[in-house]
């Protein structure tokens, strides 16, 4: 097989066996017709109009016949042929959706398109390829799952099936792949999530609302109190806004046209009219603004945790991942042009503090998210400042060695940004905090400070977030730990277990001794054998169980037992307390 340099290219090789595959679907179902079909994370989909709903064993069917073509080595030849042509072409073969693509194609002004043949198969495909269907290492790639998708993901549109599959240079890359998803299936947060009884969902509250149990929310809880306490370590001041507003206010921000149809509208027989804040900065240019401020008073900084709403499509929403109500953790520097890189670099090491705090420090990467320089329209605010700004936030990594890669068309509307990419346990990577420049928001809304001469001047604006989403952020925790969370953040700190009900009485007073100090305790006091109690405690995943008996109950101590160690020790009240106080303040 063919080593070639292009074959290390993922994104090709990806593209490429996505066209394997449709010539393979069109092999079973002359029928076929095709949608898209790109290369995306570890792999490629593409899309079909089928005669039939396909079955997990149509995937093994139609890898033989990818791998019948690779082996024929059909190279992929390009043509660039005119519209009229191709058109003509896919209407020939009854391929509508290739036909729609290139009218869209000519409403752009586009002349000519390209296609890629291999073999008898022809796609309608802009490419770049490989050369032949040989490079793909046939031992490499597997499909992976059948799924439904809405044509241009527009709900009012035709549904197509869509096939799934991963493709890899190597053999054993695939094998890593694989044993990543079965190890990714057992930290599921959705199936972890019921085990461990930390989110629910009701019919009758609505999909992508979820409701948090008590656990749950003892977790929420302590990450918010963990991340404001480093947050008011450098000056930040927790306020709080209504979820509702006025259209107006995120007409002046530019969200409201952004968002578009993705805001939730509420209004009332009485003739309210608003919407809930897909957004909290807005909001908070409002507090700023309440009162006339110095060039003194900046740095003026804001934090808040609180629900936002975005109206996301339905087929979309899912778990935690994605929900229509969101609690942000956000927060909003006011400052001097002259402080902005302080308030980025104090910024920056609150995200190191808090993801030290749980492990996941050192396991990312960093961007710098810049703007799309070949389509300034798509952004607001001077150039002039979308300069100075990203000048600020590569001097910024620059010094505190973050070895950011720059991503052009990835900043914000209002501002280039620093965005944290961490890797779980699984290998997967989520981007959660974010530190955004803003020199728009502020002249937008017409604030301002008086500086040292008496002249009104706009602020700028640092939007960051450190944990985004708790949502979301649950997501990476679950599957993370797999449900073993750290002591600090467990819901159930420790168990107690009585040998028998003669015992139950002295797990009470232990119980209580440990209540007093705060750390999360239950009896685990049931009818039941002492195994099979011992067993579901660790199910649940309780990082101290404690057995007592009598030799407990008359030397006052407790045996204890680790969830990451299966050596038991036996120690005295006392002396299990203050192990458990000083691990939780330490966050170890």
């Known amino acids: 097989m063919s080593t070639k340099k292009s074959t290390n290219n993922l994104e090709l090789l990806r593209h490429s066996t996505a066209h394997v595959l449709a010539a393979a679907v069109l092999e079973m179902f002359p029928e076929a017709k095709f949608g898209i079909g790109p290369a995306i994370e570890n792999g ?162 609505g999909p992508g609302l979820p409701l948090f149990t008590p656990k749950g929310t003892i977790i929420i809880d302590e990450l918010k109190k963990a991340v404001e306490s480093i947050c008011r370590k450098y000056g930040f001041e927790k306020v709080s806004a209504p979820s509702l507003a006025k259209i107006e206010l995120f007409e002046i921000s530019g969200h409201a046209k952004k968002f578009g149809d993705e805001l939730f509208h509420v209004t009332s027989e009485k003739k309210h009219d608003f919407v809930l804040k897909p957004v909290q900065c807005p909001h908070h240019t409002q507090i700023y603004a309440s009162k006339t401020r110095s060039y003194r008073d900046l740095p003026i900084r804001y934090m808040e945790s609180d629900k936002q709403y975005r109206a996301e499509k339905t087929g979309e929403v899912g778990g935690l991942s994605r929900v229509y109500a ?33 492990g996941l420090w050192g396991n990312h990467r960093v961007c710098l998210s810049v703007r799309d320089y070949d389509h300034p329209e798509k952004y607001i605010g001077d150039q002039k400042d979308w300069d100075t700004c990203e000048k600020m936030l590569q001097e910024v990594s620059d010094e505190m060695n973050l070895s950011a890669e720059k991503q052009e068309g990835e900043a914000a509307l209002y501002g280039p940004k620093l965005d944290f990419m961490f890797k779980d346990a699984t290998g997967r990577e989520i981007q959660i905090p974010t530190v955004q420049l803003d020199f728009a928001t502020a002249k937008k809304f017409k604030l301002y400070y008086i500086n040292e001469k008496g002249e009104k001047i706009s602020p700028v604006m640092v939007h960051r977030a450190i944990l985004g989403s708790y949502e ?75 057995v007592v008996g009598e030799r407990e109950m008359n030397e006052k101590s407790v045996n204890v037992r680790t969830r990451a160690v299966k050596e038991q020790q036996t120690l005295s009240v006392y002396e299990f307390i203050e192990k458990v106080e000083k691990e939780i303040v330490e966050k170890s």
Request: glycine fraction near 4%; include cysteine; charge should be negative.
């Open 44 to 205: 490629f989909y593409y899309d079909f109009e089928l005669p039939r709903t396909l079955i997990p064993e149509d995937l093994p069917l139609l890898e033989e016949k990818m791998k019948e073509i690779i082996k024929a080595n059909y190279p992929f030849e390009k043509q660039e042929i005119s519209i009229k042509n191709a058109r003509e072409h896919f209407e020939k073969l009854g391929q509508k959706y290739k036909v729609e693509l290139i009218a869209d194609l000519e409403a752009k002004g586009e002349k000519n398109v390209s296609v890629y043949k291999s073999d008898s198969f022809v796609d309608l495909c802009s490419g770049p390829h490989i050369d032949s269907t040989g490079e793909i290492n046939p031992e490499a790639f597997a499909l992976t799952k059948i799924s439904g998708a809405y044509w241009k993901s527009d709900e009012k549109r035709e549904q197509l099936q869509r096939i799934y599959g991963v493709v890899f240079a190597q053999k054993k890359e695939l094998k890593e792949y694989k044993i990543g998803q079965e190890e990714a299936i057992k930290r599921d947060h959705r199936k972890l999530g019921k085990e461990l009884d930390l989110f629910c969902f009701s019919d009758l509250v």
């Open 326 to 358: 969101i609690t942000v953790e956000d927060g909003h520097s006011f400052c001097r042009v002259d402080q902005v890189k302080d308030e980025v670099v104090n910024m920056v090491k609150i995200i190191k503090d808090f993801y030290s705090a749980l």
């Open 472 to 546: 979301r952020f649950m997501v990476l925790l679950i599957e993370h730990f797999a449900g073993a969370f750290p002591l600090w953040l467990s819901p159930v700190q420790v168990t107690i277990i009585p040998v028998s009900e003669k015992f139950s009485q002295y797990a009470k007073e232990v119980e209580n001794k440990l209540l007093e100090k705060n750390i999360r305790v239950e009896t685990n006091d049931k009818g039941e054998s002492l195994g099979k109690r011992i067993s579901e405690t660790e199910k649940q995943k309780v990082p101290y169980i404690l």
